[in-house]
């Protein structure tokens, strides 16, 4: 069983920065791609971004410039460093992990931008 834990999100004002980091409780894993995905009120879950164990990476249109997607030294962990944030950003992030045919999710974190 892998559990994926968040942390780094919060209240910010627009224009600000956070920094979300996930984390796998398996380090002897490696997963083939890692992301975040965020689902604001009333609406549907949506991609953020993503990145491959090779490193390549997608990004949502709408972050595109402002948020970056890395993975750290230790496989099993993933980080969005977002800034220039608004507040149509505000949304709870869920970390994601896919290793062969299974996809695993984190609970979330909130973020929340006030204008």
């Known amino acids: 069983q892998v559990q994926l834990g968040e942390s780094g999100g919060g209240l910010v004002q627009a224009g600000g920065s956070l920094r979300l980091s996930c984390a796998a409780s398996?380090?002897?894993?490696?997963?083939?791609?890692m992301g975040w995905y965020r689902q604001a009120p009333g609406k549907q879950r949506e991609l953020v971004a993503t990145?491959?164990?090779?490193?390549?990476?997608l990004y949502a249109e709408s972050v595109k410039g402002r948020f970056t997607i890395s993975r750290g030294n230790a496989k099993n962990t993933v980080y969005l460093q977002v800034n220039s944030l608004k507040p149509e950003d505000t949304a709870v992030y869920s970390c994601?992990?896919?290793?062969?045919?299974?996809?695993?999710w984190g609970q979330g974190t909130q973020v929340t931008v006030s204008s």
């Open positions: 990145i491959s164990s090779r490193g390549g990476s």
């Open positions: 398996r380090n002897d894993l490696s997963f083939d791609t």
């Open positions: 994601y992990a896919k290793r062969g045919p299974a996809d695993y």
